[in-house]
């Protein structure tokens, strides 16, 4: 039997699906509550690229639906953020140099995204 047609694809370990800004774009994420200290990224930016996140507070339960409006928390805004670019794996979130999220754990919050020229591979509290 020809095997004509027959071919493969391989992808970089962690890069399998993105969310992809080829210009600028934000999202928000449902409301979550986590157990650990820090935010780790696996992202990359092109030439002129980068992505900002920012920590919003959010009242009762998680819920499903991003929240669209609400207080960021303070020293976590767009502003105090770290702008992170390149192609990395696992990158920990800064904002002003601090990657401590450990005095927001056990709370609902969600985060928002900035992105411009770049694609958002994954997200994980470490």
Not at 11 to 30: C, K, Q
């Amino acid at each position: 039997m020809p095997l004509g047609n027959l071919g493969f694809a391989i992808w970089p370990a962690g890069r399998l699906a993105a969310l992809e800004a080829p210009g600028t774009g934000s999202f928000t994420t449902p409301q979550l509550i986590f157990a650990d200290n820090r935010l780790c990224l696996n992202l990359e930016t092109r030439r002129a690229g980068e992505v900002l996140v920012e920590v919003v507070e959010a009242e009762g339960p998680p819920r499903p639906v991003p929240q669209a409006e609400g207080p960021v928390v303070p020293g976590f805004s767009f502003a105090d953020c770290d702008p992170i670019c390149g192609d990395l794996l696992s990158h920990t979130v800064t904002w002003r140099g601090n990657a401590d999220l450990s005095a927001l754990a056990g709370r609902p919050i969600s985060l928002r995204f900035r992105l411009r020229a770049a694609s958002l591979y994954a997200f994980q509290f470490e």
